[in-house]
């Protein structure tokens, strides 16, 4: 008995000690511990990237101690100076579908993620610069998608980059005439002609051919790995890729692209949708708000004016650049689940009241199909026509300036149930 209790007092002391030990906040010099789960955490220096401390809960003591939190204590840290990132393929695909929670997974802002990893840019890049490299980057599957979907600012930065670096010799429209071997430099002294992109042959091949070349140039071209970073290289190809379009009257922009199945316009992400949340140009996210916050019935007749949703005249076609805005509603609509709304099509006084009113019925209903491939179930959408009935001053005669017919050809919407 005695020995057994003399056990029980030394297990106990065991266990206390273990206790004082093994969770131990970081303070001065001493990192810390945890017994579970991570055992110990280090708050070193590191470059470039964190992934360790997802579960670390003492930013209380680092702010104490550091007057940051851990998370601001391990945020991208310049590279040690003189030393050479490794890097990491951390890029998500733009065709991804969860793309939108990966990016932000990737930096540092989802709830599962309390430290950030952030993204350094800093890509390897494993296809050694041998002719069978070359031969095997030309259709590689991890090349073979743009990772970042088609931006306006993407597209930007890529002309500008592209005009800095290549369009000396492959000429600012890609035609393989730029300066550097164009008759009207009198001193030319290029001998080997840049390769024209607009050639069914460069048009067709895939994107891995472009970032190959991009890392080891070919020929008498250089390498362009130093001067520009991985996001860089795939921002000058999209341009590349825009000005291919440009020639074969294609679309390739952040709201289509028709040129080939290689990359993804911006619209067609999720992040798209949270931009054009942030964007809302119609003020779509306030008016709907305000529709929700409304205790009275009458919030059935508030009619949200989508001003940035357009058709190809006299027809039901949406515009690409519409995307944008229906992207906002099909994203209110799965914020608010029970939501159900109304669009309503109008037309101005031009041409035929049967034909305005077949249009105006196609027009509205084209905005539900949309929001329908959004995922937006069918109980939930409504869609009617009123031709040229109900100007938007209630008033004819506004059909009579074209000021007046602008603002009649319209759509609206309200929310019909809450
Ligand atoms: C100094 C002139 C020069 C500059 C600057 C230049 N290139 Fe080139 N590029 C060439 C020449 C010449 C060729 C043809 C090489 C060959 O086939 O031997 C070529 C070929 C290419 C090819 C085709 C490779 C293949 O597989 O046939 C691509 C793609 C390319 N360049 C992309 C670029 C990009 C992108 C830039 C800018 C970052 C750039 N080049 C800058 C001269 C240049």
Same mark, same amino acid.
């Given at each position: 008995m005695r020995k057994n209790l003399r056990i029980l007092a030394v297990a106990l002391s065991f266990l206390t000690i273990i206790g004082f030990e093994a969770c131990s906040p970081a303070k001065g010099d001493h990192p810390g511990s945890e017994y579970m789960p991570d055992m110990g955490h280090s708050i070193a220096y590191e470059a470039n990237v964190i992934t360790e401390y997802y579960h670390n809960t003492w930013?209380?003591?680092?702010?104490?101690?550091?007057?940051?939190?851990?998370?601001?204590?391990?945020?991208?840290?310049? @590279?040690? &100076?003189?030393?050479?990132?490794?890097?990491?393929?951390?890029?998500? +695909?733009?065709?991804?579908?969860?793309?939108?929670?990966?990016?932000?997974?990737?930096?540092?802002?989802?709830?599962? +993620?309390?430290?950030?990893? @952030?993204?350094?840019? &800093?890509? @390897?890049?494993?296809? @050694?610069?041998?002719?069978?490299?070359?031969?095997?980057?030309?259709?590689? =599957?991890?090349?073979?998608?743009?990772?970042? =979907?088609? $931006?306006?600012?993407?597209? &930007?930065?890529?002309?500008?980059?592209?005009?800095?670096?290549?369009?000396?010799?492959?000429?600012?429209?890609?035609?393989?005439?730029?300066?550097?071997?164009?008759?009207?430099?009198?001193?030319?002294?290029?001998?080997?002609? =840049?390769?024209?992109?607009? $050639?069914?042959?460069?048009?067709?091949?895939?994107?891995?051919?472009?970032?190959?070349?991009?890392?080891?140039?070919?020929?008498?071209?250089?390498?362009?790995?130093?001067?520009?970073?991985?996001?860089?290289?795939?921002?000058?190809?999209?341009?590349?890729?825009a000005l291919q379009a440009k020639k074969r009257e294609l679309a390739y922009s952040q709201y289509e692209n028709t040129l080939n199945s290689w990359a993804v316009p911006a619209v067609d992400t999720d992040l798209a949708i949270e931009d054009a949340i942030a964007a809302d140009k119609s003020g779509l996210v306030k008016g709907f708000n305000n529709v929700l916050k409304d205790t009275t019935d009458s919030y059935k007749s508030t009619l949200l004016k989508l001003n940035n949703v357009f058709f190809d005249t006299g027809k039901a076609t949406l515009k690409p650049e519409s995307k944008l805005e229906l992207n906002v509603i099909a994203a209110l609509l799965q914020q608010n689940e029970s939501a159900k709304i109304k669009i309503d099509g109008h037309t101005d006084s031009t041409g035929e009241p049967t034909a305005n009113q077949a249009l105006s019925e196609a027009r509205a209903n084209a905005v539900k199909n949309y929001l329908l491939g959004k995922g937006i179930a069918v109980s939930r959408l409504q869609a009617e026509g009123f031709g040229q009935t109900q100007p938007h001053n209630g008033n004819m005669s506004s059909n009579l300036t074209e000021e007046g017919k602008a603002l009649n050809r319209r759509t609206e919407m309200s929310v019909i149930s809450k």
């Open positions: 930013d209380a003591e680092s702010k104490k101690h550091s007057g940051k939190t851990v998370r601001e204590l391990s945020l991208h840290n310049k @590279p040690v &100076k003189g030393t050479i990132p490794r890097g990491y393929a951390g890029v998500v +695909n733009a065709n991804n579908k969860d793309r939108a929670a990966k990016m932000k997974f990737l930096r540092g802002e989802s709830s599962t +993620n309390a430290m950030a990893i @952030p993204l350094n840019g &800093k890509v @390897p890049y494993y296809i @050694p610069n041998t002719e069978e490299g070359r031969t095997y980057a030309a259709t590689a =599957p991890e090349l073979r998608n743009n990772p970042f =979907p088609i $931006t306006e600012k993407g597209l &930007k930065e890529g002309k500008e980059l592209y005009e800095i670096y290549c369009g000396i010799c492959h000429g600012n429209k890609g035609d393989g005439n730029g300066y550097l071997v164009a008759d009207e430099n009198k001193n030319v002294k290029y001998l080997s002609g =840049p390769t024209d992109y607009l $050639t069914d042959e460069l048009i067709d091949a895939e994107n891995g051919r472009y970032y190959h070349t991009i890392m080891y140039g070919k020929g008498v071209m250089g390498s362009y790995k130093d001067k520009l970073s991985y996001k860089e290289r795939w921002n000058v190809i999209h341009y590349i890729r």
